[in-house]
């Protein structure tokens, strides 16, 4: 009967209601609680995936993308970024302080490299900084944490030295020199190299900023590192 289907329409959708408020509450009160999160931390927990719920066109966060979140989630991201970030801090103590007493300005610029693009060149020193960027994001649940904020600043440290390294890198191939003169570029004259040792001195001390934020990254992450996780070594 008529009567009987619509019944069993309005049960179904106040069901569906019912399960909407139940899931989507707790998560909302906590968000209106919470300042924003930054845009670096979003994208490193995945936080905007949508779900909709029952057909009701209720756009929500989806549950495994928040749980991908937060200490609950720590060991299993930790196991997954902890080589990246121990060889990060391997390739700089070691390695890269060598290829700039060998001014192998060609290898420095492939090492630098962070072309996200596809078949784009990624080096390094980009592969670490990504992936503490991403470790610190695991500190911040809904709300990014002054832990997370105050590691990710030094993961800026550390994306500034590359670039100067990078500046450094360019200049010792000649792509990054400079041009001056001529008439819309007709005749223009590219700036000679600068010396070796005035370049090899300038990457060296980017290289020092990259470690104190290194070290930095490392006593804020093992300040209150939780248990089951093995804390990181400065170098």
Do not use: H
Request: hydrophobic fraction near 45%.
């Amino acid at each position: 009967p008529e009567s009987e289907l619509t019944d069993k329409m309005l049960v179904e959708v106040k069901l569906r209601w019912l399960f909407f408020f139940a899931w989507a509450v707790p998560f909302l009160t906590s968000a209106l609680t919470q300042p924003q999160l930054s845009r670096r931390a979003a994208l490193g927990g995945a936080l905007t995936a949508p779900g909709v719920v029952g057909g009701l066109g209720v756009a929500l966060v989806s549950p495994a993308a928040v749980s991908a979140r937060g200490r609950g989630t720590q060991p299993a991201v930790f196991r997954r970024y902890e080589p990246r970030i121990v060889a990060y801090g391997a390739f700089l103590k070691t390695e890269l302080p060598k290829l700039v007493d060998a001014a192998d300005w060609t290898a420095l610029k492939d090492e630098v490299a962070a072309d996200m693009k596809k078949k784009g060149k990624v080096g390094r020193l980009y592969n670490g900084e990504s992936a503490m960027g991403l470790w610190a994001s695991s500190y911040s649940e809904i709300a990014e944490t002054d832990k997370t904020k105050n590691m990710n600043a030094q993961v800026d440290a550390m994306a500034a030295a590359r670039k100067t390294i990078e500046s450094c890198a360019l200049k010792g191939t000649g792509e990054g020199l400079e041009t001056s003169g001529g008439f819309f570029g007709i005749g223009a004259k590219t700036e000679p190299p600068p010396p070796t040792n005035v370049l090899q001195k300038q990457a060296k001390a980017a290289i020092n900023d990259a470690v104190t934020a290194y070290n930095q990254y490392v006593a804020l992450n093992n300040n209150g590192v939780p248990f089951d996780i093995q804390p990181l070594n400065a170098i």
